[in-house]
């Protein structure tokens, strides 16, 4: 058996996993959150990558070839590092691929001021990755970024439908459309924040388009794997989903569904945690 893998250090990835397992239903799936040691988002590059470095090589010991970091700090702090340092020494047919190229590379379909808001984690935004990234694909886009350090954790805790978190989506998009005033388009670079996509909509300017990564990271998965019938042929096809976490099997399970939009029952694992 040789699934896919998919990692978060916690429950947003699901949602990307969501779109994945919709446009690809026929492959195996492993999911790991990473929720013991959750959230990532504040935490530095090095223990970003260390965390992350690890958990992609339980996935490679499940007899995974390919782990999709369906997180954007896991993305942004580590997966660079290890596609050049770490997957040389791995052994030969093994991909690790993230979120934020795929994101990057799509955004310039969307925006036509080419004036584009970012909100994501403080660890994403401080690294600069988006801009980075962007600015590769789309030399004349300007990307203008926001912090957003108080959503994860309403969401995490189950707080997203309360009112109390209108205020803060609302003063974080004062912030970013005070940068500049003819942002055009959204990225929501936080796998996490299609939970409040209702909300950010009620407080964004008329017009403005919001563009979850879901999607386009599993349409940028599919035509990967077109591209890679080295990889396809070797993916095993059962259509299965196996969920595993680093914490409590009974929070994961009762938080997992809001974001999988099904139930879903899950095992623990143990990592060595820091």
Same mark, same amino acid.
């Given at each position: ?167 803060? #989506? +609302? *003063?974080? %998009?004062?912030?970013?459309? $005070? ?6 388009? =959204? ?12 909300? #950010? +909509? *009620?407080? %964004?300017?008329?017009?403005? $388009? ?6 386009? =990271? ?16 070797? %993916? ?39």
């Amino acid at each position: 058996m040789c699934p896919i893998g998919i990692f978060d250090s916690g429950y947003g990835g699901l949602t990307v996993f969501r779109s994945i397992a919709d446009q690809l239903p026929q492959y195996d799936y492993l999911y790991l959150g990473d929720n013991a040691r959750a959230p990532y988002g504040n935490r530095s590059f090095e223990t970003v990558y260390e965390y992350t470095l690890e958990c992609v090589q339980w996935f490679f010991d499940q007899g995974c070839k390919l782990v999709i970091l369906a997180c954007n700090t896991a993305s942004a702090k580590a997966l660079r590092t290890i596609q050049q340092k770490d997957l040389p020494a791995m052994g030969p047919g093994k991909r690790v691929l993230g979120v934020i190229r795929p994101s990057a590379e799509e955004i310039g379909r969307f925006t036509q001021t080419r004036s584009v808001g970012v909100l994501g984690t403080k660890g994403t935004v401080s690294s600069g990755s988006y801009v980075t990234e962007i600015s590769n694909f789309y030399p004349d886009i300007r990307v203008y970024q926001q912090a957003c350090p108080l959503w994860v954790p309403f969401i995490e805790n189950g707080d997203y439908k309360n009112d109390g978190v209108d205020y803060y #989506i +609302r *003063k974080d %998009l004062e912030q970013l459309f $005070a940068q500049a005033t003819d942002i055009d388009t =959204v990225l929501l670079a936080c796998t996490h924040y299609p939970l409040l996509e209702d909300r #950010i +909509r *009620k407080y %964004l300017p008329e017009g403005i $388009a919001l563009i979850a990564q879901g999607p386009i =990271v599993a349409g940028s998965l599919a035509d990967y794997l077109r591209r890679h019938p080295e990889l396809t042929n070797i %993916l095993s096809q059962g259509g299965s989903r196996s969920f595993f976490t680093t914490d409590s099997v009974t929070d994961f399970e009762e938080h997992a569904t809001q974001f999988f939009g099904e139930a879903v029952s899950a095992q623990h694992i143990h990592l060595e945690l820091k």
